[in-house]
């Protein structure tokens, strides 16, 4: 069965440079939840989206935005990349909220 | 007070052994509860929902008490394949999951 597809898989920018990562969820999945997780952390919540809208917002920092398509695909967008942005990001998608969601295999962002 | 809280282990145990993981939560309006299991470096996959009534998969076993916001997860015959960090995993109501830090199992041949 098809499963959240992420990309880039592994990322290495500099600081204060921008990154794009992006998020095909499950088909037929109509909400996107993206998540932060550091070295040694649990994952964090970032935001979600819900039928192409901001449904939910966490922790994200003000430098990073992120959207999601007429397609259903999501994109997250960070700015002024600083060494602490660093982590695995996943992305998940689930049908409805409150229902169980299902990750990517995540995208590497290493910060140098 | 962090939402969800699990003891981060880590808990060795020699193969076949039975082991128990509790999680506690503190919004009682929290409707749907999970585990996940995660790999070192891997994204966490589902491993069983939570029901009222208590349910089981095989060698797992997950229970939760809505009274005392209390969920646990028993492993019996524990396998070298079991070896992971276990996510307890609560809603937030009216807002998305929240995660446990996870507690780290190592089964030992």
């Known amino acids: 069965a098809a499963g959240v597809i992420q990309s880039p898989r592994h990322l290495i920018k500099e600081k204060r440079e921008t990154a794009t990562l992006k998020c095909y969820p499950i088909p037929r999945h109509d909400t996107v939840y993206w998540y932060q997780q550091g070295p040694g952390q649990d994952p964090q919540f970032l935001i979600s989206?819900?039928?192409?809208?901001?449904?939910d917002k966490g922790s994200i920092p003000d430098r990073f935005s992120a959207q999601q398509f007429s397609d259903y695909h999501s994109e997250l967008n960070m700015s002024s990349l600083e060494l602490g942005d660093s982590a695995l990001y996943f992305c998940a998608s689930s049908h409805g909220s409150g229902n169980t969601i299902y990750f990517g295999e995540g995208s590497w962002l290493t910060v140098v | 007070r962090k939402e969800v809280e699990q003891d981060p282990g880590p808990f060795n145990v020699p193969e076949g052994a039975t082991v128990a993981f509790n999680c506690t939560y503190s919004n009682s309006a929290s409707q749907s509860f999970f585990w996940y299991r995660q790999d070192c470096r891997k994204e966490p996959k589902l491993l069983m929902s939570v029901y009222s009534s208590g349910n089981e998969d095989g060698r797992f076993t997950a229970q939760l008490n809505r009274a005392s916001q209390y969920i646990s997860l028993l492993i019996r015959d524990s396998k070298l394949s079991d070896s992971a960090t276990y996510l307890c995993v609560v809603d937030g109501g009216n807002t998305p999951l929240v995660f446990g830090k996870g507690t780290r199992l190592s089964v030992i041949a």
């Open positions: 989206f819900y039928e192409k809208m901001q449904s």
